[in-house]
């Protein structure tokens, strides 16, 4: 009897001391996963079959892979994954960053057709209006609403490589980031087509100072100017009168000198306006639709627009208006911020008593108060600069048609230090704004 409790004593203790015993391992005990979220799989050396329990709700098993759901919160988080086979375990710990937080958008005041950035960062403009809006409407334009519902946004040109980035539609507003240095630049809203519906002017740059004149205060430079005086750098954007659409002389026109970006020239001498073609792009759609070319004019008239009757695209018509101080509305396709219009030609005149011509190709007027640089002007059909440099010419645009020829407006003239200087509408001139109660 004791022989075989002996052989059955010896036969328990082989099977006990050959039993495999229990292990497991992973190939990680850590994992970084991004925001968004992610799955992946380990690799799990285990003696036997294994099961793996997280401690938190956004991580989820199956077998060996570990799936991380989406981090909506701006915090990092930490969880841990145990896996065990028996009574041995290893653990795995998941590091997931934190959300990235929402640009919070700087909201510019508006609206308007041109925007002040004094600083780099993030802003926003409303793009759900055109202009300033309605109450910048006049019967004998085109259209009865400024109201459009854009389905994208983008950068049109800019001055300087870089000076805005990250340019999206958000929620009706215009977002865009931009960078601490001068320039100038032109966003867009456009439909699910990207036809342009309306486009906005970026300044950046110095804010301009108000100089008191009296009856008017007027900005200390011209419009899209990044200082004063007398350097290139003061002359700003050029214009033809009634357009809201700003062009750039470090671009230039069909040059390509701005970094990529340039102002194609569209119209000119010999187009036939019986042609719907020819006729089309000499109209204020299609102007608004193509803010970046320059419509020379024809040889048919000095004008870049031929449909009839609009003589109030910047506010004053002469002819019925006659000499008042102001307008009486800032129109929707003023180019000026908000709370500033294109000056009238009676405010020039009231500076004009004052005005010296100077050496360096400038003049002032209101006894030294406002300088004028020598910035020249494009020729109407889109050929280049009247380039002044030199010659001592410097003028600006008035708000004001001119008398008679429904092509040309009023002009401040350096040359003659003509307030009402009458000139050709196609032309492309600088704009000195006024402050003006909208």
Request: charged residues 20%.
């Amino acid at each position: 009897m004791k022989k075989y409790f002996a052989i059955a004593l010896m036969l328990v203790l082989c099977i006990t001391g050959c039993k495999k015993p229990d292990s497991i391992q992973l190939n990680t005990a850590t994992w970084s996963a991004p925001y968004e979220g992610e799955a992946f799989t380990l690799t799990v050396t285990a003696s036997g079959d294994y099961k793996g329990t997280p401690d938190v709700d956004w991580l989820t098993v199956s077998g060996a892979t570990v799936t991380v759901a989406e981090n909506t919160t701006y915090e990092a988080r930490t969880g841990k994954v145990t896996f065990t086979c028996g009574s041995e375990s290893a653990v795995v710990t998941v590091n997931q960053e934190a959300a990235p937080k929402p640009k919070e958008y700087k909201a510019l005041d508006g609206p308007a057709n041109s925007y002040i950035v004094s600083e780099g960062g993030d802003y926003k403009i409303q793009a759900t209006v055109m202009g300033n809006g309605d109450k910048g409407l006049h019967s004998t334009f085109p259209i009865t609403s400024t109201a459009i519902s854009p389905a994208s946004a983008k950068l049109l040109w800019e001055e300087a490589e870089g000076l805005i980035t990250d340019v999206k539609l958000q929620d009706g507003y215009i977002c865009f980031t931009v960078d601490n240095k001068d320039g100038n630049a032109v966003v867009a809203a456009t439909d699910a087509s990207d036809n342009i519906l309306w486009s906005w002017h970026i300044w950046s740059a110095e804010a301009p100072k108000d100089i008191n004149l009296g009856t008017w205060t007027m900005m200390d430079r011209n419009l899209g100017a990044y200082m004063t005086g007398t350097d290139p750098d003061s002359y700003g954007m050029y214009y033809q009168w009634g357009r809201k659409d700003p062009f750039s002389r470090v671009l230039g026109l069909d040059s390509g000198a701005g970094e990529g970006w340039y102002h194609p020239v569209v119209g000119g001498a010999g187009e036939d306006f019986n042609d719907m073609a020819d006729a089309t792009i000499h109209s204020i759609a299609y102007s608004v639709a193509h803010p970046n070319e320059f419509i020379a004019c024809s040889n048919r008239n000095n004008d870049w627009l031929i449909e009839a009757n609009q003589r109030y695209l910047w506010g004053i018509n002469w002819e019925v208006d006659q000499n008042p101080d102001y307008q009486a509305f800032k129109s929707v396709y003023d180019p000026c911020p908000k709370g500033y219009a294109v000056a009238s030609p009676t405010c020039f005149a009231a500076g004009v008593g004052s005005a010296v011509r100077n050496s360096d190709n400038s003049f002032t007027l209101f006894d030294g108060k406002i300088t004028v640089p020598a910035a020249g002007f494009i020729y109407t059909g889109g050929n280049g600069w009247y380039d002044a440099d030199g010659n001592g010419w410097a003028g600006l645009w008035t708000c004001s048609t001119a008398w008679g020829n429904v092509e040309n407006a009023f002009r401040m003239a350096g040359h003659n230090f003509d307030a009402r200087d009458n000139y050709d509408r196609a032309t492309g001139h600088p704009v000195r704004c006024y402050k003006f109660s909208e």
